[in-house]
């Protein structure tokens, strides 16, 4: 894929799913093409798998960095005693592989891992956001979620939680609307970066 093609394609929430919809629209390869869906879903599974290898090898070799602020607020979450979650779409070994090569141990251990096939609809379903706060005991209310894409946010407000979008290089063109707000990203410097102080506001807006 092209990296327009890919950026088109996460419209889609989960790997697998993505490469359906990719042979879905442009046409399955040749050798897949005689296969019934059960056999294609398996190859999709075995290619996504080799997918996630390699991803997990640029992570390992340095080649993924966090995105700006994202330690910092992180750190004053778990200084602030706050509980933490990643909610993916991605393959659930991945996700904490990275979790855990890009934040450390001490942090990763912080965090709770809701991600790939645990639930059976993806974003912009809010199935997984939903497990999150039942498996955690969380109140809707006090929650904020930090999210990337258009179909995050879909499942952040299905769930009826907070949600702060930071654009991507990829997504940056989509329709963020209603959104509790924008930015481009969680900046490193507290004093314009977004904050614990931030995301209580918010919450305390939808109170007031």
Same mark, same amino acid.
């Not at 963020?176 to 990203?185: L, R």
């Given at each position: 894929?092209?990296?327009?093609?890919?950026?088109?394609?996460?419209?889609?929430?989960?790997?697998?799913?993505?490469?359906?919809?990719?042979?879905?629209?442009?046409?399955?390869?040749?050798?897949?093409?005689?296969?019934?869906?059960?056999?294609?879903?398996?190859?999709?599974?075995?290619?996504?798998?080799?997918?996630?290898?390699?991803?997990?090898?640029?992570?390992?070799?340095?080649?993924?960095?966090?995105?700006?602020?994202?330690?910092?607020?992180?750190?004053?979450?778990?200084?602030?005693?706050?509980?933490?979650?990643?909610?993916?779409?991605?393959?659930?070994?991945?996700?904490?592989?990275?979790?855990?090569?890009?934040?450390?141990?001490?942090?990763?251990?912080?965090?709770?891992?809701?991600?790939?096939?645990?639930?059976?609809?993806?974003?912009?379903?809010?199935?997984?956001?939903?497990?999150? /706060? +039942?498996? *955690? %005991?969380? !109140?809707?209310?006090?929650? $904020?979620?930090? @999210?990337?894409?258009?179909?995050? &946010?879909? =499942?952040?407000?299905?769930?009826?939680?907070?949600?702060?979008?930071?654009?991507?290089?990829?997504?940056?063109?989509?329709?963020?609307?209603?959104?509790?707000?924008? /930015? +481009?990203? *969680? %900046?490193? !410097?507290?004093?314009?970066? $977004?904050?614990? @102080?931030?995301?209580?506001?918010? &919450?305390? =807006?939808?109170?007031?």
């Amino acid at each position: 894929w092209t990296v327009e093609r890919y950026g088109t394609l996460l419209e889609v929430g989960g790997g697998k799913e993505r490469m359906t919809a990719h042979w879905n629209e442009v046409g399955w390869p040749s050798s897949m093409q005689s296969m019934s869906d059960e056999e294609k879903q398996a190859k999709v599974k075995e290619l996504h798998l080799r997918k996630t290898e390699v991803f997990m090898d640029l992570i390992n070799q340095g080649n993924v960095p966090l995105r700006p602020g994202v330690l910092r607020v992180i750190d004053s979450a778990i200084e602030a005693g706050l509980t933490l979650a990643v909610c993916s779409t991605s393959n659930e070994l991945a996700v904490r592989n990275l979790v855990q090569t890009l934040m450390g141990p001490d942090r990763a251990a912080k965090f709770s891992i809701f991600a790939g096939d645990m639930v059976a609809k993806k974003k912009p379903a809010p199935d997984v956001y939903l497990l999150a /706060v +039942d498996t *955690l %005991g969380l !109140d809707k209310t006090k929650c $904020v979620i930090v @999210e990337d894409s258009a179909i995050g &946010l879909g =499942a952040a407000k299905a769930a009826g939680i907070t949600c702060i979008v930071t654009k991507s290089s990829y997504t940056a063109g989509e329709d963020f609307s209603g959104a509790d707000m924008i /930015v +481009d990203e *969680l %900046g490193d !410097d507290p004093a314009t970066g $977004v904050t614990l @102080e931030t995301m209580d506001g918010l &919450l305390t =807006a939808k109170i007031a």
